[in-house]
């Protein structure tokens, strides 16, 4: 049922093949199959527990899957050693909260080997990008929960990773900065960036290159959004969203 048009390259970023992940005697992605080609933004869009952060996992080395494969960036995850590689905001925001953002960004950067007026120069870009640039010195406790967000992508930008996986990156962050994260994602793609993203949001889909849809932890559906609204017979992805199985958000 895929509506996919597009060939897979012989190097795709990422590759997953015919994945399969089991919690218990719950199949939580049954035969799943993607590629990400360099420079894309791929959005994975689906209903709340159909997957998609399961699937992330999987990507990103931190879970490993019961059968069928995952190489990303033509190495068979999990790796340890790909973790320098790819840039990565999870869902829940890993921070030390009783240090500053600061402190945080120099832990962080110091594992990616950043350093020095190096390591300066990238927190100045990655806080500025998210509007935090004031912040830098505020303890994280004292952060509200859009600035966390905010600053978890800031740590994933930090090293300039040519990969970047991000699970619902927008969510509590106002309209306005939603459009100017939007904005340094599209010059990221521009500078050749990877970037995989989930969303929960039709106006970000849309702004993706490419989509997979993805329900009760099956791919129902990938393509551009052009692609998938066309051979939905839909207007909008909204309702293409529905004809391959989303549903409102629990
Ligand atoms: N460690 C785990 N043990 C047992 N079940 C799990 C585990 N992790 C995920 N699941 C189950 O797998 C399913 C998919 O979860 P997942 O978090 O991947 O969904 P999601 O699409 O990311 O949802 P949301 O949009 O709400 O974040 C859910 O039913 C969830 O309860």
């Known amino acids: 049922m895929s509506s996919s048009i597009h060939s897979a390259s012989p190097n795709p970023v990422i590759d997953v093949r015919s994945v399969t992940r089991r919690f218990g005697s719950k199949t939580v992605l049954d035969d799943i199959s993607l ?16 997957g998609k952060t399961t699937l992330i996992k999987l990507i ?8 069928g494969s995952v190489h990303m960036l033509g190495e068979q995850m999990p790796k340890l050693a790909m973790l320098q590689r790819f840039g990565y905001m999870a869902q829940s925001d890993a921070l030390y909260n009783e240090l500053t953002a600061k402190q945080n960004l120099t832990f962080f950067g110091s594992l990616f080997g950043l350093k020095g007026s190096q390591l300066s120069k990238r927190i100045e870009t990655a806080m ?20 966390k967000r905010r600053l978890s992508l800031a740590l994933s930008l930090l090293h300039e990773p040519e990969l970047l996986i991000l699970d619902e990156p ?77 549903g409102v958000r629990a």
């Open 60 to 67: 990103t080395g931190i879970d490993k899957a019961d059968g």
């Open 35 to 50: 590629q990400v080609e360099r420079g894309e933004v791929f959005g994975l869009l689906g209903p709340s527990g159909s």
């Open 128 to 147: 500025s990008i998210v509007n935090l640039q004031d912040d830098l010195n505020k303890t994280v406790a004292a952060y509200s929960g859009g600035m």
């Open 170 to 246: 927008t969510v509590g962050i106002d309209p306005v900065l939603r459009q100017s994260i939007w904005q340094e994602l599209s010059d990221m793609r521009r500078r050749g960036t990877t970037i995989v993203l989930t969303t929960h949001v039709m106006d970000e889909a849309d702004k993706c290159d490419r989509l997979g849809l993805i329900r009760d932890g099956k791919l129902t559906a990938i393509g551009t959004p052009e692609a998938i609204k066309a051979s939905s017979g839909s207007a909008t992805l909204e309702e293409a969203f529905i004809v391959y199985g989303g």
